[in-house]
């Protein structure tokens, strides 16, 4: 059994494309997240040594454990790419994309394209594992392609007899996307159904979501996307009502302009290009203000910020407004 299952049930920070670089798993990780995950990196970019793509790559030591995700549909090129990742970076484990609902992604039979065709999810698994053994490797799939053809539990079984050594379950199908709400029934079979560890994903925004999911399930451990791209201390909220029972409370606000004021500077100091980090993170800005009193103006400042200094201000008075400090 992988080391973070022994005795602990893990809270994973789940991939997610422009969110979870190397800044943004840090700060998970120094929140209480047990796992973390890169953002999907295409196997062929890797086999190509595409220069962005290898930038997906790099990581600190403080973030172990940590695995690489790839993605694509050719097993020998998916298998080289695993062995080049692991000759580079070592990270802990490599994880296989099943999942990704994207259509760039699925036109090109990646992602969740392979829960339509198990034949060559079996091979691409396969090959992976028997090209970086004993390394550990590990997958993450949807429930299915669509409600007609829910086969979480079969692909589930096909991994776990590739070898693959712990699975994640987001409970939703490819045609669902994000819409809808993940079905967790099917992520309490496929944990009945298989032998390996089965990480729950969907619909999963607090401490007590976690709590209830876990008894009801029976996973062996969860992962969080979208709660913590808007509220990365969610982790750590987790963790003590896992431990205590206790609910901890919303950090105030102040500490999450902190945060999102070291998130900004931090990004800004490592692209070395303030206006161009500023514009990349008016997205993730938006997601931070999910929650928050006056959200509605707030997506409407951070749609055309441009500076740390306008940044700053807007907290300011934000705080103002709403403290009295």
């Not at 096909?158 to 079905?183: F, N, P, W």
């Not at 709590?211 to 982790?235: I, N």
Request: one cysteine or more; proline letters at 5%; aromatic letters at 8%.
């Amino acid at each position: 059994m992988l080391p973070w299952f022994q005795n602990r049930f893990p809270v994973y920070l789940a991939p997610m494309a422009g969110v979870t670089d190397s800044l943004f798993r840090g700060y998970c990780k120094e929140s209480g997240a047990d796992v973390v995950v890169t953002e999907f990196v295409a196997a062929e970019g890797i086999f190509r040594k595409n220069a962005r793509t290898l930038e997906y790559l790099d990581f600190g030591e403080q973030e172990r454990p940590l695995g690489v995700q790839l993605f694509g549909a050719d097993p020998d090129h998916l298998a080289r790419a695993a062995q080049m990742v692991l000759e580079w970076k070592r990270p802990d484990f490599i994880d296989l994309n099943f999942g990704c609902p994207v259509n760039k992604v699925v036109s090109k039979n990646g992602g969740s394209a392979l829960l339509r065709d198990c034949p060559l999810l079996e091979r691409v698994a396969g090959a992976v594992v028997r090209a970086v053994a004993p390394h550990p490797v590990t997958a993450k799939i949807r429930i299915g392609w669509d409600k007609a053809s829910i086969n979480a539990v079969q692909t589930a079984r096909i991994l776990e007899d590739c070898g693959v050594q712990a699975l994640a379950v987001h409970g939703r199908t490819k045609e669902q996307g994000y819409s809808g709400e993940a079905d967790w029934d099917v992520i309490a079979a496929v944990a009945a159904a298989v032998q390996i560890p089965v990480i729950g994903n969907g619909d999963l925004a607090s401490a007590q979501d976690v709590a209830r999911r876990r008894l009801e399930s029976g996973v062996a451990g969860v992962m969080l996307g979208r709660s913590a791209m808007s509220a990365p201390w969610v982790f750590g909220a987790i963790r003590h009502y896992l431990e205590t029972g206790e609910l901890r409370p919303e950090p105030p606000l102040e500490s999450q302009w902190t945060h999102i004021l070291r998130h900004c500077r931090e990004a800004a100091v490592r692209s070395g290009a303030e206006g161009i980090t500023m514009q990349f993170m008016r997205s993730r800005l938006m997601a931070y203000s999910r929650g928050m009193a006056e959200a509605r103006e707030l997506r409407m400042r951070f749609s055309s910020i441009a500076s740390l200094g306008e940044l700053e201000d807007l907290a300011a008075g934000h705080i103002q407004r709403n403290t009295g400090f």
